[in-house]
């Protein structure tokens, strides 16, 4: 079977493993409260604490995992998705999930 996440490269436009990790992530940590009403209310958590998830996949991913991904509030994303960068070991932890998870 094809690994929906290529290993040899880190093309986050085609990937999108960190933001559908898990349904605890990604959190609000230090954004202002300006900063936080950019983001529509429909993406938002009931807890009002994080991004809202299904299935562990935020809920302002657009598209389809391991092909094509964007992120539909990207000017307003919240700090913990800024600071994701392609290759550190968050990214790494997130792609071998997502690769482990298709391969079952
Ligand atoms: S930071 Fe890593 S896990 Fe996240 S979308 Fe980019 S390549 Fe994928
Ligand atoms: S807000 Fe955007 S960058 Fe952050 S996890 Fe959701 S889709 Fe990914």
Not at 7 to 36: H, I, K, N, V
Not at 45 to 71: F, Q, T, Y
Request: charged share 25%; hydrophobic share 35%; glycine share 6%.
């Amino acid at each position: 079977m094809t690994l929906a996440v290529p290993t040899d490269d880190f093309d986050c436009q085609s990937c999108g493993a960190c933001c559908s990790y898990s349904e605890d992530w990604p959190r609000f940590s230090l954004e202002t409260d300006e900063e936080l009403d950019l983001i529509p209310a429909e993406y938002v958590s009931a807890d009002l604490g994080g991004m809202r998830c299904e299935d562990n996949r935020c809920s302002a991913l657009d598209g389809k995992l391991g092909i094509h991904v964007g992120c539909r509030i990207y000017a307003v994303r919240p700090i913990v998705c800024r600071t994701c960068m392609p290759g550190d070991d968050e990214c790494l932890m997130a792609r071998h999930k997502l690769s482990q998870k298709v391969l079952l």
